[in-house]
């Protein structure tokens, strides 16, 4: 079985402070693959990275920033300066490769932590 | 190319009530799902599909039913609504490169 989880509930930070949202996760799998999504208030989900199993790289995008480490099973997500647009519940996910049903397809759950929320005060 | 597209954006049930939840995907993806979600519980896995005809359990299906009715199309239904199936309801699609695009949501209030 595989598990996601965010210990953060809920984060409030003031204006230009960064702030780190962290990820651990579980899966016998080798091969995986993690994501972080971003839901603002509007609702809908949208997508901020990828990660798969063998890249541990740190990736850097404009204020964000992602540290996979294999070791400690984490996948924590750094916000710089943070926004009051960055306001949002931020999920992270993990994928496994899945196994192959009988039509040979591999298929592999997606399963979400239970969210971290920022607020990000002016 | 809208992606993946939901109908209805809103609803309201009584109890007992029963009605189908539609999502479409113009992205010629194999695999679909429905999780919905709820505070506290991230989003959890109702159904999935992993190709035209066929349609797997995910972690809390009951209550529910699916039909993947053709590549396109994936839809889930609630035969006799409940009020703990109130919550939001998203249908997702994902690609061969492994990217999950998510529908807009489905907010359902069962009284």
């Known amino acids: 079985a595989q598990k996601v989880t965010q210990a953060q509930t809920e984060i409030s930070v003031v204006e230009k402070e960064d702030v780190t949202l962290d990820c651990v996760y579980e899966?016998?799998?080798?091969?995986?693959?993690l994501f972080w999504y971003k839901q603002p208030p509007s609702g809908e989900l949208v997508f901020l990275i990828r990660?798969?199993?063998?890249?541990?790289q740190n990736e850097i995008s404009g204020r964000y920033s992602w540290n996979f480490q294999k070791s400690t099973s984490s996948f924590n997500f750094t916000i710089t300066a943070s926004q009051v647009v960055d306001s949002a519940v931020y999920f992270c996910?993990?994928?496994?490769?899945?196994?192959?049903?009988?039509?040979?397809?591999?298929?592999?759950?997606?399963?979400f932590g239970q969210g971290t929320i920022l607020t990000v005060h002016p | 190319n809208a992606g993946v597209t939901q109908t209805p954006k809103f609803q309201v049930l009584k109890t007992g009530q029963s009605m189908t939840l539609q999502c479409a995907q113009d992205?010629?993806?194999?695999?679909m799902y429905w999780y919905r979600q709820d505070p506290g519980m991230g989003l959890r896995l109702i159904y999935y599909?992993?190709?035209?005809?066929?349609?797997d359990k995910g972690e809390v299906p009951n209550g529910y039913n699916v039909s993947r009715l053709n590549k396109r199309e994936f839809s889930l239904r609630l035969e006799s609504a409940a009020p703990s199936q109130t919550s939001v309801y998203f249908c997702?699609?994902?690609?061969?490169?492994?990217?999950?695009?998510f529908g807009p949501g489905t907010r359902l209030l069962v009284l």
């Open positions: 997702a699609s994902r690609g061969d490169r492994g990217l999950v695009y």
């Open positions: 899966t016998r799998d080798t091969t995986y693959y």
């Open positions: 990660r798969n199993s063998f890249d541990e």
């Open positions: 996910a993990l994928r496994s490769k899945g196994e192959p049903n009988a039509g040979g397809t591999s298929y592999g759950k997606l399963t």
């Open positions: 992205m010629n993806h194999n695999s």
């Open positions: 599909s992993a190709s035209e005809g066929t349609t």
